[in-house]
C-alpha cells in the first residue's frame, strides 16, 4: 500500500464519518467507494465507521474480485456496476437519510420544486423501482434511475449519490435530504408549484462548476494582497536595562541625611523627660498631704475633746454626766496611749476647781 492508496482509504473513512454527523445516515447501513487502479475501494461490511483503520478497507477489481482484511459491503454490486458503467463518476456514497427514505417508502420522484435539484443533473430526482438490497436486479434499477442523474432515490430503501470526488458525492447527498425535507414540508402545506424543464435546463448550465472546490490560489496574488510584514521592536537585552538603571541611579540627586528627624525624636524625648518627673513629683505630694491632714487632725481631736469635757464639767450636773460618759465612750484609736494622762490632769484641775 502506498502513500496514495492510504490516503484514499482515510479519506474513505472520515467521509463515513461525515455522514453520521451530519445526521443523513445511522451506523453501519450506509457504504462508501472510491475509484482506484482498475477496481475501486470500498467500505467492509458491519464494521462501524469509529472503528476503522485503512487497512480495513476492502480494495475490489471490476470483476468483482477482492483483496482485502474483510468482506466488501453488501452493497458492492451497484458501486461496482456504476463505476464501470460512468466514466464521469469515481466516487459513490449510499445512506438512509430520513426524509429520502421517508420519500423512498412512499415510491415518489422529487419534482424540481427548487432550483438546487438541478445538482443532481436533470429536473427530477427519479426513485427507482423496489429490489432487494446487494442484487443485481437492485443494481439495475439503480443503473435506470442514474441515466442523465448523478442521484437517485431507492424504493423503500435509502439514496445514492455520486460525483468526480467524495467530497463532490456527499455534498450531493446532503443537498438531496435538503430537496427532500422541503418537498415533505411542502406537500403537508399545499400544492407545491413545480419549475418548468427549460428553467432547469438553463440553471444546470450556470450550475458547471459549481459545488465544493478545492482552495487554492496563486501565491504572488496573496503576497500582493498582504500588507508588508514589519520586524517587531526588539525589546532591549537585560544588560542594557541594567546599565539605564545604574546611569538613572548616579544621576539622581543623593538623599539627604535624616539629621534633623533624630534631633527633633531627641528633643521630643527631653520634653518628655524633663516633665514627665515634675508632674510624677506632684501627683506623689498628693498622698502626703492627704496624710498629713489625717494626722493633724487626729492630734486635734483629743484637745478640742478635751475643751468640750472643762467646759461641760463647771456644772455639777454635767460634771456627773460627763463624768459617766467619759467613762462610757472609749477614746480613738490615735489618742488612746495619752488619754489616761490628759485625763487625770483635767480632774487635777476639777479638783482644784471645785
Known amino acids: 500500500m502506498n502513500d496514495a492508496e492510504r490516503a484514499l482509504r482515510g479519506e474513505i473513512i472520515r467521509t463515513c464519518l461525515a455522514m453520521q454527523e451530519r445526521g443523513i445516515n445511522q451506523g453501519t447501513s450506509g457504504n462508501v467507494s472510491a475509484r482506484w487502479n482498475d477496481g475501486m475501494l470500498i467500505t467492509p461490511s458491519g464494521i462501524p465507521y469509529e472503528t476503522m483503520a485503512p487497512e480495513d478497507i476492502v480494495f475490489m477489481s471490476l470483476d468483482g474480485t477482492t483483496k482485502g482484511l474483510h468482506a466488501p459491503s453488501s452493497e ?5 456496476d456504476i463505476l464501470r458503467e460512468r466514466d464521469d463518476i469515481n466516487a459513490i456514497v449510499h445512506a438512509h437519510p430520513v426524509f429520502l427514505t421517508g420519500l423512498a417508502i412512499l415510491n415518489k420522484d ?3 420544486v427548487h432550483y438546487m435539484i438541478a445538482a443532481v443533473g436533470g429536473p427530477t430526482i427519479r426513485c427507482a423501482p423496489y429490489a432487494t438490497y446487494g442484487t443485481e436486479e437492485l443494481s439495475k434499477n439503480a443503473l435506470a434511475a442514474l441515466e442523465g442523474r448523478t442521484g437517485c432515490i431507492l424504493a423503500n430503501h435509502g439514496v445514492i449519490a455520486c460525483g468526480h470526488s467524495l467530497d463532490r458525492a456527499l455534498w450531493l447527498a446532503s443537498e438531496m ?3 427532500a425535507q422541503q418537498y415533505t414540508v411542502a406537500i403537508q402545506t399545499g400544492t407545491p ?14 450550475f458547471k462548476g459549481y459545488g465544493p472546490k478545492a482552495k487554492s490560489a496563486p501565491a504572488d496574488a496573496v503576497e500582493t494582497k498582504l500588507p508588508p510584514k514589519v520586524p517587531p521592536k526588539k525589546p532591549p537585552a537585560r544588560k542594557a536595562k541594567a546599565e539605564a538603571a545604574h546611569t538613572k541611579a548616579e544621576a539622581a540627586p543623593a538623599p539627604k541625611p535624616p539629621a534633623k528627624k533624630t534631633t527633633r525624636i531627641k528633643k521630643a524625648a527631653s520634653s518628655q523627660t524633663t516633665t514627665a518627673p515634675a508632674s510624677a513629683a506632684v501627683e506623689a505630694e498628693k498622698p502626703k498631704a ?3 491632714g489625717r494626722k493633724a487632725a487626729e492630734k486635734s ?3 478640742r475633746a478635751a475643751a468640750k469635757r472643762v467646759a461641760a464639767s463647771n456644772t455639777p450636773a454635767s460634771q456627773s454626766v460627763a463624768s459617766a460618759a467619759e467613762t462610757a465612750a472609749p477614746a480613738p484609736k490615735a489618742a488612746r496611749k495619752k488619754q489616761p494622762a490628759r485625763g487625770a490632769r483635767a480632774k487635777a484641775k476639777a479638783k482644784t476647781g471645785a
Do not use: G
Open 76 to 80: 458492492w454490486r451497484f458501486h461496482r
Open 110 to 112: 422529487i419534482p424540481a
Open 177 to 179: 435530504e435538503t430537496l
Open 193 to 206: 408549484v413545480v419549475l418548468p424543464d427549460e428553467e432547469i435546463a438553463h440553471v444546470i448550465e450556470r
Open 290 to 292: 492627704k496624710r498629713a
Open 301 to 303: 481631736a483629743p484637745k
